[in-house]
C-alpha cells in the first residue's frame, strides 16, 4: 500500500509506529518496527498474521522466548570484514549476540514447530553460533578482560609485568619514608603519569631529587616525577606491559578473524531475532490496544466494534462503532454536527487499514473486513500554503485534484470536510462532481460534510451511502456514536434555541428555508426519536440474551455435574455388584467343601438352605428396582443362555463373560461380539447340566496319566511363571471357573519349577478347590512338575 508522508502523519500512522517501538526490547527489534510499512501482498499480511497468532498460543501455553536485548554489532562486524581488529569489549558483544540469537534460533525450530509452520520459517536462514559463542565469552572475565588462559603466553607475561610493578611501589614506599625525600614531597602517595609511576613532589622544594618530570598539576606547584634510581626498573615494566598488549592485541585479531568468517551468519540470525522481537512487540501492542486480525479482502469494509488506536493508547474514553459501506456501494457519506466524531471516524477507518495491511491487530470486534487497497490518501485539516500564495480551500482542492489523477479501484481516499472553505451553493455543486468522478474511478471514498446536497446522493446513486454522529440536546453534547444509513439533521436552529436565542428570530429563520428542506429535516428528527428507541431496545435486548446465555450456561453445568453423579452412581453399584458376586462365589465354594466332606443328605439340606439364603441377601442388597433387576439377571448370565443386546436389537448365545472387566461376548451365527453387561437382557437361560459331584479332591505324584490321556490346547492351558502368588491364584479360580462352566474335562497349569513357593501354592489351592476331580505331576513328555494336570468334575 503506498501512503503518502502527509497522508500518514494526518492519520497518526508515525505514532502507531512510535508505541510499536516502544514496545521493542533489542534495538534490531525497534529499527525493525519504526521501518514498518503497509503491504498489499496478501500472501505477506497472512503470513504475517499467522506468525502472530502462532507465537500467541505459544505464549498461551506458558512457553517463554529467550529473547533478551544485544548491543547493535552491525559496526563491528562491518571492521572485522574489513580486517580490522575489534576492541575486547565489541568482541564480548558479538559472543552474547551470537549466543541469544541461537537461542531464539533453537526456540523458533522446537516450540514454533509445535505451533506451525509459519513461525518456523523465521528460523530457515539462521545458524547455530552457540558454540563460537560461548568460546568468544569464555576468554574474558566479568570485568571485560582477557583471562590469561585466552592463550598460554598471556599468564606468563602478565605475572611477570605485576612482579615489575609491584617491586616498583615497594621501592617507592621506602623511598617516602626517607625523610629527605618526604620533606620534598606534596602527598604521601604513588601515581601513575604516562603510564610511569610517580611521586608528587613540591615544585618550589629546596632539597635535590633527581629524576625524570613527566606531568605537573594545573597550578603548577607539584610536579610528577619518576625517581633516577627507578627509570631503569620502570624501563623493564614499559617493555613487559608492551608485550602484553602486543599479544593481547593478536589474540583479539585472531577472534576477529573468526568473526569475519562469520560475520554473514551472524547477520541472518540478527535479522531473525529483529524480525521475532517485533512479533512480541506486535503481540504487546495488541494487548494494549485490544486489538485482533480482521479479515482483508474484497470490496467496501465491516468494521464492528471499532476504535480508534490512539485514543485507546492514550487511555481516552473511547465510543466503539459499526462502521460500514457495502461492497456495491463506493463512497460513505458522514454528517452530523462538529466536534461529533466525524473526522475521527475518518481517521478510524484510514488507521485499520493501514494497521490490517502492516500485519497488525486492529481494534475491532470479531466479524471485522476491510478491502485490500494499493493507494490510501487523506485530505485532513488546514492545508493552506503560505509559501505558495494558497489560500485553505485552495490548497484543498489541490490535493484532491492530484487524488483525481491517480485514483481507482485499489484507492481509499479520505476527504474530511470537502470543499467547505467557500461559497456553500457552489462548494456543494464541486463535493458533488468530485465524489460523482471518485465512484466513477470505483475508487472507495469516506467524506465527512455538512452539506445537505450530499445527504441526498445516497437516495439517487446506489453507490452512496450515509451515515451520521450521534448528537444530546438535552445535554447539549455529542454522544459520538455513529448511525449507520441515517444522515444527520442540521442542528442549527435547535442549537441556536437552547443557546437562548429568542424565538421569533427562530421562526423567522426556519419561515426562509426550503419547505422540502424543513420537510427533510422533520424526518430526520423523527428517524432520530425512532433510531434512540431502537438502541434503547438493542440494549435491553443485549441485556437479556445475557442473562439468557448465563441461565443457560447454569443449566448446562448442572447437567453435566448431573452426568457425572449418575456416571459415579453406575460405576460404584457395578463394584458393589462385582463385590456380592465375589462372595457368594465364596458362599457357594464353601457350601460344596462343606458337601465333599460331609457328603450326607442332611448336609445337603443344610447347604440348599445356604445357598437358598445366600441368593435371597442378593435379591435384598439389589433392591426391588428394575435396574436392579438387571442387575440380577445379568450376575446370572451363564454360557449357553440365549439374550439380546439392546444396543444392536439382536440375539445371540453367551460364549463367555469377563465379570471382572464388567464385560460378556456374544456369539450370533458366525459372528462374535463383546459388549458390557449393562446392554445385555437374559431371554433364554440355557438348561442346568446334571453332573455327578465327586467329593473328593485327589493328588497323584506318579508322572504318568491315572485316567485316558488328557488332550491339551490353549483354551485349556493357563501359564502363571512369573506371575506373584496371589496375582497366580485369582487367574487360577477365574481360569478354572470359566473351564467348569463349559464343561471341559482338564485344565493343564504351567508355574514351573523357580523356588517351589508357585507351584506349592497353586497344588494347595487345588486342594482346597471344588473344581478338581484329582490333579498330578506332568509326564516327562508333558512338562514334567512344571505342570500340574487337573482333571475337572
Not at 509506529?17 to 501482498?41: M, V, Y
Not at 444509513?485 to 428555508?513: C, F, I, K, N, W
Not at 493357563?718 to 485344565?747: C, I, M, T, Y
Amino acid at each position: 500500500m503506498q501512503v503518502d508522508e502527509i497522508t500518514a502523519t494526518q492519520l497518526g500512522w508515525d505514532e502507531i509506529l512510535t508505541a510499536l517501538a516502544e514496545e521493542a526490547i533489542s534495538p534490531q527489534g525497534l529499527k525493525l518496527c519504526r521501518e514498518l510499512k503497509p503491504s498489499n501482498d496478501l500472501t505477506q499480511i497472512r503470513t504475517a498474521q499467522q506468525r502472530c497468532e502462532q507465537l500467541q498460543r505459544l505464549l498461551n501455553d506458558g512457553h517463554n522466548p529467550p529473547l533478551e536485548s544485544i548491543e547493535d554489532i552491525d559496526s563491528a562486524l562491518t571492521r572485522a570484514s574489513k580486517q580490522g581488529v575489534l576492541s575486547a569489549e565489541n568482541v564480548r558483544l558479538v559472543g552474547k549476540a551470537m549466543l541469544v540469537t541461537s537461542r531464539i534460533r533453537k526456540f523458533l525450530l522446537n516450540e514454533g514447530h509445535q505451533a506451525g509452520g509459519s513461525l518456523t520459517e523465521l528460523a530457515r536462514d539462521t545458524h547455530d553460533l552457540s558454540g563460537p559463542g560461548r568460546d568468544l565469552l569464555q576468554a574474558f572475565n566479568d570485568n571485560g578482560e582477557l583471562r590469561d588462559s585466552a592463550n598460554p603466553e598471556l599468564g606468563p607475561l602478565r605475572k611477570t609485568a605485576r612482579a615489575i610493578a609491584d617491586r616498583i611501589r615497594v621501592r617507592l614506599e621506602r623511598l617516602m619514608r626517607k625523610p629527605r625525600v618526604a620533606a620534598c614531597l606534596t602527598d604521601t602517595y604513588i601515581t601513575e603519569r604516562s603510564d610511569r609511576y610517580v611521586l608528587p613532589v613540591r615544585a618550589d622544594t629546596h632539597e635535590p631529587f633527581s629524576g625524570i618530570v613527566h606531568d605537573t598539576s594545573q597550578s603548577g606547584a607539584t610536579l610528577f616525577i619518576e625517581p633516577a634510581e627507578l627509570v631503569e626498573e620502570g624501563n623493564r615494566l614499559k617493555i613487559a606491559q608492551a608485550s602484553v598488549a602486543d599479544l593481547e592485541h593478536r589474540i583479539l585479531a585472531e577472534y576477529s578473524r573468526e568473526i569475519s568468517d562469520l560475520a554473514a551468519d551472524l547477520r541472518d540470525n540478527v535479522a531473525c531475532l529483529a524480525e521475532f522481537d517485533r512479533l512480541l512487540a506486535i503481540l504487546s501492542l495488541a494487548k494494549k490496544i485490544g486489538g485482533r486480525f480482521i479479515e482483508i479482502g474484497g470490496s467496501g469494509f465491516l468494521l464492528e466494534q471499532a476504535r480508534h488506536p490512539l485514543m485507546l493508547l492514550a487511555n481516552e474514553p473511547v465510543v466503539a462503532n459499526h462502521i460500514r459501506l457495502l461492497a456495491q456501494q463506493g463512497c460513505l457519506v458522514i454528517t452530523g454536527p462538529n466536534a461529533g466524531g466525524k473526522t475521527v471516524t475518518l481517521k478510524t477507518i484510514g488507521l485499520i487499514a493501514i494497521m490490517a495491511q502492516a500485519g497488525l491487530p486492529v481494534p475491532a470486534g470479531e466479524g471485522s473486513r476491510i478491502g485490500l487497497f494499493g493507494e490510501l490518501h487523506a485530505v485532513i485539516g488546514d492545508a493552506q500554503d503560505i509559501r505558495q500564495g494558497l489560500s485553505t480551500f485552495s490548497a484543498h482542492i489541490r490535493n484532491i485534484s492530484q487524488i483525481l489523477k491517480t485514483a481507482g479501484p485499489d484507492t481509499l481516499v479520505l476527504l474530511d470536510e470537502i470543499a467547505a472553505d467557500t461559497d456553500p451553493r457552489h462548494g456543494a455543486a464541486l463535493a458533488g462532481s468530485i465524489l460523482t468522478a471518485l465512484a466513477d474511478l470505483s475508487a472507495t471514498t469516506v467524506v465527512t460534510t455538512h452539506f445537505e446536497e450530499l445527504k441526498q446522493l445516497a437516495y439517487q446513486d446506489e453507490r452512496f451511502a450515509n451515515a451520521s454522529v450521534g448528537f444530546d440536546l438535552n445535554s447539549m453534547e455529542p454522544t459520538y456514536s455513529l448511525h449507520p444509513d441515517l444522515p444527520g439533521r442540521s442542528l442549527t436552529l435547535d442549537m441556536a434555541r437552547r443557546l437562548g436565542v429568542p424565538e421569533p428570530v427562530l421562526v423567522q429563520a426556519a419561515e426562509q428555508l426550503d419547505c422540502s428542506e424543513r420537510k427533510i429535516d422533520g424526518m430526520l428528527a423523527s428517524l432520530n426519536e425512532e433510531l434512540q428507541a431502537v438502541a434503547q431496545l438493542r440494549q435491553e435486548l443485549n441485556l437479556r440474551t445475557q442473562a439468557a446465555d448465563k441461565l443457560a450456561y447454569e443449566h448446562a453445568k448442572a447437567a453435566a455435574d448431573l452426568s457425572d453423579q449418575k456416571l459415579q452412581l453406575l460405576t460404584e453399584g457395578r463394584l458393589d455388584a462385582l463385590s456380592e458376586i465375589k462372595q457368594a462365589r465364596r458362599e457357594v465354594a464353601g457350601v460344596i467343601e462343606t458337601l465333599r466332606q460331609n457328603p450326607s443328605m442332611k448336609t445337603a439340606v443344610a447347604a440348599s438352605q445356604r445357598l437358598k439364603q445366600t441368593e435371597e441377601c442378593i435379591r435384598a442388597q439389589a433392591g426391588p428396582t428394575s435396574a436392579a433387576g438387571d442387575c440380577e439377571s445379568i450376575t446370572s448370565l451363564n454360557p449357553g443362555d440365549l439374550v439380546l443386546i439392546t444396543t444392536l436389537d439382536k440375539k445371540g448365545r453367551v460364549s463367555a463373560i469377563d465379570h471382572r472387566a464388567g464385560m460378556i461376548s456374544v456369539r450370533f451365527g458366525t459372528m462374535r461380539t463383546r459388549v458390557p453387561l449393562e446392554q445385555v437382557k437374559l431371554v433364554e437361560a440355557k438348561p442346568p447340566l446334571k453332573k455327578k459331584v465327586n467329593f473328593k479332591t485327589e493328588y497323584s505324584d506318579a508322572a504318568k496319566p491315572a485316567n485316558p490321556v488328557e488332550v491339551r490346547s490353549p483354551a485349556n492351558t493357563l501359564d502363571l511363571r512369573g506371575e506373584r502368588v496371589d496375582q497366580a491364584l485369582d487367574q487360577l479360580d477365574k481360569f478354572l471357573d470359566d473351564l467348569f462352566k463349559v464343561e471341559a474335562d482338564s485344565a493343564f497349569v504351567i508355574h514351573g519349577h523357580g523356588t517351589g513357593a508357585l507351584k506349592a501354592a497353586v497344588r494347595q489351592y487345588l486342594k482346597d478347590s471344588p473344581y478338581p476331580r484329582h490333579f498330578r505331576s506332568g509326564a516327562p513328555e508333558e512338562g514334567g512338575d512344571g505342570i500340574t494336570i487337573v482333571r475337572l468334575k
